[in-house]
């Protein structure tokens, strides 16, 4: 908890203004009582006009106060919470996107969603309530009881009884919620996972007609949460009525006692005295159990608090697997743009079957490397160590003559333009996703990637050309447009090097042949190319192929059609015997 609460010494000013509005509203409230008794006491009992007016005109004073120091109150305690949320999200989200493809499996897309939004807004909401409530509640009791000791000693007697009852129920509370809490948060989690997967693949769900049967476990889950959050409103709304049914049974021990009081009197006016005492003694006694009450409720939202803070820090204390050294070095300028893989051995788990063994290769500068094989053999793996988004288990990656794990990665992925296989775009204008490789492109170099990556006629076919808008994650363009405009996005990076991982598969293969003829007349940098087809990449310099994360074979295309079984195996059956001897 203190780790995540240390954020809110940034907003130390707020913090300082929120307490002294609160302290100032309380102690404002605190003499209204005391004077209407005063009022009641002396004032209506001897009939002193005067003195009602001028006792009445401090009080309007008072309460206009207090109503001007409680919208301050308000201001700057909500001001505190929302300027805490701010920097713990910013701070939640600059971690996550520090964190390796491995850490963020560990813990898992919607959980990090659920963990930045709602476990965050939990702890908005505490440091809320903790500012009015912990700092009101005690100036409220103490103040309270004073006030009520110097009315009446021995009606304040009575305030001792509703304690321990309170305490009791908090107790009981305090044992049956905070687990109701953690399986409640735990199960958000759930949906949110659930919901995310099959949102994403709604289309598949809709082709295989499995609606209802998805249906039916959202409902199992989804019921399994309303469950919780009834179960918890159920203890929770016990709570309230009880301690109203407490907050009665003190105000008429009060009333009765009182009563029983006046009846031995005889004086007049010290009956009026009384009616005065009690009159102010009500409020204090309203404002003492509403602070206690109140108090209770942190003891829900402490707890409540404490499970979404540790699920935070959780996330802030997770050591990136992929972290800067602490003297970084510079990439040799004589090889930039060189990539050696150097004995590389790969396993996403700790288990032992390794996804990629031995591999050795360099890519050259300014050529053309090519790296084919089934699914599964290890080509994405290949591009994602060299991008650093996972470290080697064993070997080396070096990447302009330098070990990749002794470069910043923010100079390592400065030199590297990545095209993924799942093409990604963000909602926003055609513009505005291929400024994502280089804000200060010109309009230039915007085009002549359209045209490079074969998407100006589609793009400037469009009503709106450039500033065209495309959903989240271009759901409103085709499989082959997506793929091409990734491709353009990362030809307006400068680099020293391009890794196009599958980019060509959507393509027909007239546009996949244009596309590769215009990369070869405008690129000079290293280009490595993922591919499944054999046509995509038989002109490149070199050529490895991959079999179950081990080379098998590495030449040129005439060359591995000779001596390499697999290659020649997997061109035979895309080519014809024509094409092959190209
Ligand atoms: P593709 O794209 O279907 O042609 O296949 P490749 O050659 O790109 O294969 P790759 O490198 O994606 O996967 C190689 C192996 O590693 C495969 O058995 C699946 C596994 N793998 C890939 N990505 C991940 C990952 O993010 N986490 C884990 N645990 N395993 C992964
Ligand atoms: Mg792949």
Redesign the pocket.
């Known amino acids: 908890m203190i780790k995540v609460l240390r954020y809110l010494k940034q907003i130390k000013s707020d913090i300082i203004l929120s307490l002294v509005f609160v302290v100032l509203s309380q102690l404002s409230s605190l003499s209204l009582p005391l004077l209407m008794s005063l009022i009641i006491n002396n004032g209506i009992a001897n009939a002193d006009l005067q003195f009602i007016k001028n006792i009445g005109a401090i009080m309007a004073a008072i309460s206009a106060l207090h109503v001007v120091l409680s919208v301050f109150n308000s201001y700057y305690t909500s001001k505190t919470s929302a300027g805490y949320g701010k920097i713990l999200r910013e701070d939640l989200f600059l971690k996550v996107e520090s964190l390796s ?2 850490d963020i ?1 560990k813990i898992g897309t919607p959980s990090l969603i659920t963990r930045c939004t709602s476990d965050v807004k939990v702890m908005q909401d505490f440091i809320l309530m903790s500012l009015r409530i912990i700092i009101s509640s005690p100036i409220m009791l103490i103040g309270g009881t004073i006030m009520a000791v110097i009315l009446n000693p021995k009606l304040a007697l009575t305030i001792l009884a509703v304690f321990p009852i309170i305490g009791i129920i908090v107790a009981i509370v305090l044992k049956t919620v905070i687990p109701i809490f953690k399986k409640r948060q735990k199960m958000t989690d759930e949906v949110n996972r659930f919901l995310r997967q099959k949102l994403s693949g709604i289309r598949v769900i809709k082709a295989f007609n499995t609606i209802n049967k998805e249906d039916d476990i959202f409902s199992e889950k989804n019921q399994r949460l309303s469950f919780l959050v009834l179960k918890l409103q159920r203890i929770m709304s016990v709570l309230i009525p009880v301690c109203i049914v407490l907050v009665v049974v003190a105000l008429d021990t009060i009333i009765f006692i009182a009563t029983k009081n006046i009846d031995t009197l005889s004086d007049p006016v010290k009956i009026q005295n009384t009616v005065g005492d009690l009159q102010a003694f009500v409020i204090y006694m309203i404002m003492i159990v509403a602070a206690v009450t109140m108090s209770a409720a942190m003891f829900v939202i402490v707890p409540r608090a404490n499970i979404s803070a540790k699920r935070i820090k959780e996330i802030l204390e997770l050591e990136s697997q992929i972290k800067d050294p602490e003297v970084a070095k510079d990439i040799d300028n004589s090889q930039k743009g060189k990539v050696e893989f150097e004995n590389v051995s790969f396993s ?2 700790d288990g032992e079957n390794n ?1 990629l063994s031995n591999i050795s290769f360099v890519a050259e500068i300014g050529k053309t490397t090519a790296i084919i ?10 591009a ?1 160590l060299l991008c650093r988004f996972c470290d080697v288990k064993e070997g080396r990656v070096l990447f302009g003559g330098v070990d990749v794990r002794e470069l910043k990665q923010k100079e390592l992925l400065s030199k590297i333009s990545y095209i993924p ?1 799942k093409p990604v775009l963000f909602s926003g204008s055609i513009r505005e996703n291929l400024l994502y490789g280089d804000e200060n492109a010109s309009e230039e170099k915007l085009k002549k990637a359209l045209d490079i990556s074969q998407s100006s006629e589609f793009v400037f076919a469009l009503e709106n050309g450039m500033e065209s808008f495309i959903s989240q994650n271009g759901t409103n363009l085709s499989g082959g447009q997506k793929q091409r405009l990734s491709i353009a996005r990362a030809l307006v990076k400068d680099a020293d090097v391009y890794i196009f ?2 980019s060509f598969s959507a393509l027909d293969f007239k546009t996949d042949s244009l596309l590769r003829k215009a990369l070869k007349e405008n690129l000079s940098a290293t280009v490595i190319i ?1 591919a ?1 087809r054999v046509g995509t990449i038989m002109n490149a310099d070199k050529i490895i192929v ?1 079999e179950n ?1 081990k080379i098998v074979g590495m030449g040129k295309h005439a060359q591995l059609m000779e001596d390499c079984a697999v290659y020649r195996e997997i061109a035979l059956s895309q080519l014809s015997s024509k094409e092959v001897l190209q």
């Open positions: 493809q491995i499996e996403y788990e996804v094989g089934s699914t599964g053999s290890g080509k994405t793996t290949v994602n296989q991982d599958d993922v499944q991959l994360g």
